[in-house]
């Protein structure tokens, strides 16, 4: 069996080392280019390039899919099938019709819902207690190929800490452990013919959005379920944010809670004292319930805990937010 991996994410990293585990080694691996990071903007590889280094996987990490001497490059390796999670390119259709076993891709709901770029994060976004994925055979619309095989996974209500639910990283490795199950499993029906596709139900189709600068904005003129969601799904990156005194804020890690007495004494966005087992927390009332502040970044600043920056940073209390 000889196959070919195309990812370039944390996700697509944990999905190709649970294989690679797995005894079931890519051929090649296809992952994004390098791209500048950090302060300096030093040209970093993809986690995915990383891991066929250290497996001495070949790899490739092409600027245009349509390029003749990439295709070539494909086609002489002859590949039973491709394999593709969270690659973040579209696919051009003279790929897809290359390997004789499809062009397979993981995705990380459960389609026809969330299709996209964002869906684990739409999960956290709007409170869904199941989610799953799916292995699917590739055409030339976005996540929209005949459904080979899915998993379901219910979303526990807490991660194993006081007063948190699920996070983004958390979900998304849950995912992609579950996903490399799902390949494992299913790929040997699959080559023997004994899987047949079923298209996707297009009546129930749901499609995700890019984020954007002001989807980072947390408004806490909303809920605070829905202040907690969006930190939950948006961090650690791109990250959610608030502002005061024009100043920004990045609000990293926290918690909803309910005590009427805050309820009623505070207004809609006002910044207050929590004693939180101890310590001395920033919290905010919502318009309903509160969100209590356990990690933040100010600024030019590292990331710290609510206590040490409301030690140096009185000033907040009493703030309004908008």
Request: glycine share 6%; with cysteine.
């Amino acid at each position: 069996m000889k196959y070919i991996f195309f990812g370039s994410s944390e996700f697509a990293k944990i999905v190709l080392k649970q294989l690679i585990q797995n005894n079931l080694k890519p051929i090649l691996v296809v992952t994004q280019p390098p791209k500048p990071k950090g302060r300096k903007q030093i040209l970093s590889p993809t986690l995915v390039q990383l891991v066929a280094e250290q497996n001495n996987i070949p790899f490739l990490t092409p600027e245009n899919l349509k390029d003749e001497d990439f295709i070539q490059t494909i086609k002489n390796l002859q590949p039973d099938f491709i394999l593709l999670t969270a690659y973040a390119k579209i696919i051009p259709s003279v790929l897809l019709k290359l390997p004789p076993q499809g062009f397979l891709n993981l995705h990380p709901s459960l389609l026809p819902r969330y299709r996209g770029a964002t869906p684990i994060q739409l999960t956290i976004l709007t409170g869904d207690k199941e989610t799953g994925v799916t292995l699917f055979l590739m055409d030339e619309q976005i996540d929209h190929g005949p459904i080979i095989q899915n998993t379901r996974y219910k979303i526990p209500a807490c991660a194993g800490r006081q007063n948190a639910r699920i996070t983004y990283p958390e979900l998304m490795q849950e995912l992609a452990i579950l996903g490399a199950k799902l390949i494992i499993e299913a790929l040997p029906q699959w080559l023997e013919g004994k899987i047949n596709p079923q298209p996707q139900d297009e009546s129930l189709a749901t499609y995700c959005h890019k984020i954007t600068p002001e989807d980072e904005r947390i408004n806490w003129q909303t809920s605070a379920e829905e202040a907690d969601r969006k930190i939950r799904a948006l961090n650690p990156n791109p990250g959610t944010y608030t502002l005061t005194q024009e100043k920004v804020i990045k609000i990293i890690k926290g918690f909803l809670a309910i005590d009427n007495k805050f309820s009623t004494t505070k207004q809609i966005g006002e910044v207050f004292e929590y004693n939180n087992q101890g310590k001395k927390q920033i919290a905010v009332k919502c318009q309903s319930d509160f969100y209590v502040i356990e990690e933040l970044k100010p600024a030019g600043k590292t990331t710290m805990a609510s206590e040490n920056f409301l030690m140096g940073n009185r000033w907040i209390i009493g703030q309004v937010l908008n």
